[in-house]
């Protein structure tokens, strides 16, 4: 495995080549009735060994539906479009969305790409212990059936579980733990690209930390992690990169430290203001219905800065070390 | 905005009784073999913003639970404006219960998928005997105060984010004004804008009505800024 490290100082969004995955111009459109749900347009992303990118948006933005699209868990209703190059270390590359079920399901899934759930009571068996989840998992990934046991203890005490818990059934165990069960479930194979949907919710801030700092260190070993979060903090402390998404579109992306100081769109500046520790301020107005987007600016008609130019979409461009997608950003002047 | 200021809860010595306010005094409470609360003492005064801090398993839910009339309490009593409560529930009279009002984490598990939104926030109010349209035109107006659109009201849970499932359960937790709101992890789940609306929604309300409201969080930055007295609760004995 390529172990290329990369610091959150040196990262810009476009980078080297050899990327792990590329996706180009990924759309989810659901078909409900008689409306369109526009989940994610023209959606643009690279993330190369040892990145961790954040993808930050309000709940509905579509950010969800982005991890579901990569691994194929979409319903039937599902049209997506466009394409999602993976090139794992080992193996072929592959066209996640082009590929089919029969290579996703034999290669992909768990393999080449882990999936930490948003919800893990309902992404564990309920009828078989952790131990037997997680030694099922490893030996299906090549550990012997004398080593799984020990592999298991190792990889329980990694993410923080003790592994006498490993011994009770997924309902026996608080949501905290469920949720670290789930996550050595995804981390056991060590696949080199780990879908992490919002994976600290219900977690105390100790095991938020906890969760967040693994991930980092998957990435600091090599693997890259899209970390899918509604928390702002969470994406601040591990991420090297962080994408807000809006109304199904990202709207900016850059390096970490440079989204929080110095936002450039106007939705990034309105989310950060209503931190508990900024303004606390909520923005303006409410998110537009991913069946009846404006067909300018999906943010136009709650921002300040909007003018008749806003009425044509603005393309995602090159904007210092990132990008954004905006006709008036904020003052490029502190963002060389 | 000042620094809340912090007080440990020891799990003994008991105080005066305060009039004004809702109190548990001494309360324990256990599940079984397991003991979740402790002799704890806990005062929440009209207008004040109580923080609860605690490490998970702490008892800090159930205490929220105890005080918002769901839980009887093994030992010790909880008091309202200094009257002890006896009971829970719907043993109580609505007009005590309908004076308290939890906010959970969870919207989803907090609200039937088979009410639209309109029914979700009218149900308080159908349940303690209000008529059909009054009810309605009440929880219309308390809809429109947390920013729920006509639209989003004829819609079941189903097919509105977390976000707008939450301002749902804010408009039924205010519905019957009450005295005390009780908010458990209340905006954990939720974005940062979405939850700095709700915050301001409850802080007007407060405002108004001089209501108290108890906050359970795990953000620092939330408690400081939105706290103005922080209690933390001892962890889980034997542990």
Same mark, same amino acid.
């Not at chain 2, 659109?149 to 937790?173: E, F, M």
């Given at each position: 495995?390529?172990?290329?490290?990369?610091?959150?100082?040196?990262?810009?969004?476009?980078?080297?080549?050899?990327?792990?995955?590329?996706?180009?111009?990924?759309?989810?459109?659901?078909?409900?009735?008689?409306?369109?749900?526009?989940?994610?347009?023209?959606?643009?992303?690279?993330?190369?060994?040892?990145?961790?990118?954040?993808?930050?948006?309000?709940?509905?933005?579509?950010?969800?539906?982005?991890?579901?699209?990569?691994?194929?868990?979409?319903?039937?209703?599902?049209?997506?479009?466009?394409?999602?190059?993976?090139?794992?270390?080992?193996?072929?590359?592959?066209?996640?969305?082009?590929?089919?079920?029969?290579?996703?399901?034999?290669?992909?899934?768990?393999?080449?790409?882990?999936?930490?759930?948003?919800?893990?009571?309902?992404?564990?068996?309920?009828?078989?212990?952790?131990?037997?989840?997680?030694?099922?998992?490893?030996?299906?990934?090549?550990?012997?059936?004398?080593?799984?046991?020990?592999?298991?203890?190792?990889?329980?005490?990694?993410?923080?579980?003790?592994?006498?818990?490993?011994?009770?059934?997924?309902?026996?165990?608080?949501?905290?733990?469920?949720?670290?069960?789930?996550?050595?479930?995804?981390?056991?194979?060590?696949?080199?690209?780990?879908?992490?949907?919002?994976?600290?919710?219900?977690?105390?801030?100790?095991?938020?930390?906890?969760?967040?700092?693994?991930?980092?260190?998957?990435?600091?070993?090599?693997?890259?992690?899209?970390?899918?979060?509604?928390?702002?903090?969470?994406?601040?402390?591990?991420?090297?990169?962080?994408?807000?998404?809006?109304?199904?579109?990202?709207?900016?992306?850059?390096?970490?430290?440079?989204?929080?100081?110095?936002?450039?769109?106007?939705?990034?500046?309105?989310?950060?203001?209503?931190?508990?520790?900024?303004?606390?301020?909520?923005?303006?107005?409410?998110?537009?219905?991913?069946?009846?987007?404006?067909?300018?600016?999906?943010?136009?008609?709650?921002?300040?800065?909007?003018?008749?130019?806003?009425?044509?979409?603005?393309?995602?461009?090159?904007?210092?070390?990132?990008?954004?997608?905006?006709?008036?950003?904020?003052?490029?002047?502190?963002?060389? | 905005?000042?620094?809340?200021?912090?007080?440990?809860?020891?799990?003994?010595?008991?105080?005066?009784?305060p009039s004004a306010g809702l109190?548990?005094?001494?309360?324990?409470?256990?599940?079984?073999?397991?003991?979740?609360?402790?002799?704890?003492?806990?005062h929440l005064a009209p207008g004040e913003t109580?923080?609860?801090?605690?490490?998970?398993?702490?008892?800090?839910?159930?205490?929220?639970?105890?005080?918002?009339?769901?839980?009887?309490?093994?030992?010790?009593?909880?008091?309202?404006d200094?009257?002890?409560?006896?009971?829970?529930?719907?043993?109580?009279?609505?007009?005590?219960?309908?004076r308290?009002?939890?906010?959970?984490?969870?919207?989803?598990?907090?609200?039937?998928?088979?009410?639209?939104?309109?029914?979700?926030?009218?149900?308080?109010?159908?349940?303690?005997?209000?008529?059909?349209?009054?009810?309605?035109? #009440?929880?219309?107006?308390?809809?429109? &105060?947390?920013?729920?659109? +006509?639209? /989003?009201? *004829? $819609?079941?849970?189903?097919? @509105?984010?977390?976000?707008?499932?939450?301002?749902?359960?804010?408009?039924?937790?205010?519905?019957?004004?009450p005295a005390y709101?009780?908010?458990?992890?209340?905006?954990?789940?939720?974005?940062?804008?979405?939850?700095?609306?709700?915050?301001?929604?409850?802080?007007?309300?407060q405002? #108004?009505h001089h209501a108290a409201v108890? &906050?359970?969080?795990?953000? +620092?930055? /939330?408690? *400081? $800024?939105?706290?103005?007295? @922080?209690?933390?609760?001892?962890?889980?004995?034997?542990?």
């Amino acid at each position: 495995m390529t172990t290329t490290v990369l610091s959150a100082t040196t990262v810009t969004v476009d980078g080297p080549q050899h990327a792990l995955l590329k996706v180009e111009g990924l759309s989810v459109r659901f078909r409900l009735g008689d409306a369109t749900v526009h989940a994610v347009t023209d959606l643009h992303l690279t993330l190369h060994p040892g990145e961790l990118l954040a993808v930050v948006g309000e709940s509905g933005c579509g950010k969800s539906v982005l991890a579901h699209a990569l691994l194929g868990l979409l319903p039937g209703n599902a049209v997506v479009t466009g394409r999602a190059h993976l090139r794992p270390p080992t193996g072929d590359p592959v066209d996640l969305v082009g590929c089919g079920e029969r290579h996703l399901a034999r290669a992909v899934r768990g393999r080449a790409v882990g999936l930490v759930p948003q919800s893990p009571a309902t992404a564990l068996t309920p009828v078989r212990t952790g131990r037997r989840l997680l030694e099922e998992t490893l030996r299906a990934h090549g550990h012997t059936r004398r080593d799984a046991p020990v592999v298991a203890d190792r990889i329980a005490a990694d993410v923080g579980l003790d592994p006498n818990d490993l011994d009770r059934y997924p309902h026996e165990l608080s949501g905290g733990m469920a949720q670290r069960l789930a996550t050595a479930l995804a981390l056991a194979p060590d696949p080199p690209l780990l879908l992490a949907d919002e994976p600290t919710t219900g977690l105390d801030r100790p095991l938020v930390d906890h969760t967040l700092d693994l991930l980092r260190r998957r990435c600091d070993g090599g693997a890259a992690v899209l970390l899918i979060t509604h928390d702002l903090a969470a994406a601040r402390r591990v991420a090297d990169t962080v994408a807000v998404m809006y109304a199904s579109r990202i709207v900016e992306h850059r390096p970490t430290a440079a989204l929080f100081d110095a936002p450039a769109h106007p939705y990034t500046a309105g989310l950060l203001d209503a931190l508990p520790d900024r303004a606390f301020r909520p923005v303006a107005g409410h998110p537009p219905m991913l069946t009846d987007l404006p067909a300018g600016c999906a943010f136009a008609p709650r921002c300040d800065r909007a003018t008749d130019t806003c009425h044509t979409p603005p393309a995602l461009g090159r904007d210092g070390a990132g990008r954004v997608a905006c006709h008036h950003p904020t003052s490029t002047g502190a963002r060389a | 905005m000042t620094a809340p200021t912090t007080q440990t809860m020891g799990g003994t010595g008991s105080s005066a009784v305060p009039s004004a306010g809702l109190a548990a005094h001494q309360v324990s409470l256990s599940f079984g073999r397991q003991s979740v609360l402790d002799r704890v003492d806990l005062h929440l005064a009209p207008g004040e913003t109580v923080g609860l801090r605690g490490p998970s398993g702490s008892g800090k839910s159930t205490l929220a639970r105890v005080l918002g009339l769901l839980h009887t309490p093994d030992a010790g009593h909880v008091t309202f404006d200094g009257r002890p409560v006896v009971g829970a529930r719907h043993r109580l009279p609505a007009a005590i219960r309908t004076r308290v009002a939890i906010l959970f984490q969870s919207p989803r598990a907090a609200t039937d998928p088979r009410l639209s939104l309109a029914d979700i926030v009218a149900e308080p109010l159908r349940a303690t005997g209000t008529g059909k349209d009054e009810a309605r035109a #009440q929880a219309a107006e308390l809809a429109e &105060l947390v920013g729920l659109t +006509p639209d /989003l009201l *004829t $819609r079941r849970p189903h097919a @509105v984010s977390d976000g707008q499932l939450q301002r749902a359960c804010l408009a039924r937790a205010l519905v019957h004004r009450p005295a005390y709101l009780l908010c458990d992890e209340a905006t954990a789940m939720l974005d940062a804008s979405t939850q700095a609306h709700l915050a301001g929604v409850i802080t007007d309300y407060q405002r #108004q009505h001089h209501a108290a409201v108890l &906050l359970i969080t795990h953000d +620092p930055a /939330l408690m *400081t $800024r939105w706290a103005t007295r @922080v209690v933390d609760l001892p962890p889980p004995a034997g542990s």
